[in-house]
Nanobody
């Protein structure tokens, strides 16, 4: 059974940085589309960043230039480096895996079959 476990969330002041991790188990590799999503209280879940099996990345406009998605295939781990954090980045961050090698086939959150439990990021002004 595929399991995703996030870690690295914390409370930081505006301008701070965090590195979120997502450990994947139940799969021999992570050569498929994976993504980071976030959800703030009272708001819909939104996509933050995606990475395909070939390393192609995409980002939400709100985080471009500040966040970087990456993966360590040897450790079956997905990362999200978040820099220059803003209060509007506050939310529960989730990692997810889709059953496609390319994220072109997973434009919506509903295209992702496996989800972690989330890690909380709180940015104070």
């Amino acid at each position: 059974q595929v399991q995703l476990v996030e870690s690295g969330g914390d409370s930081v002041p505006a301008g701070g940085a965090l590195r979120l991790s997502c450990r994947v188990s139940g799969y021999s590799n992570i050569n498929f589309c994976m993504g980071w999503f976030r959800q703030a209280p009272g708001k819909e879940r939104e996509g933050v960043a995606r990475i395909s099996s070939d390393g192609t990345t995409t980002y939400a406009n709100s985080v471009k230039g500040r966040f970087t998605i990456s993966k360590d295939s040897a450790k079956n781990t997905l990362f999200l480096q978040t820099n220059a954090l803003k209060p509007e980045d506050t939310g529960m961050y989730y990692c997810a895996a889709a059953g496609f090698s390319s994220c072109r086939y997973a434009p919506r959150a509903t295209d992702f079959a496996y989800w972690g439990q989330g890690t909380q990021v709180t940015v104070s002004s």
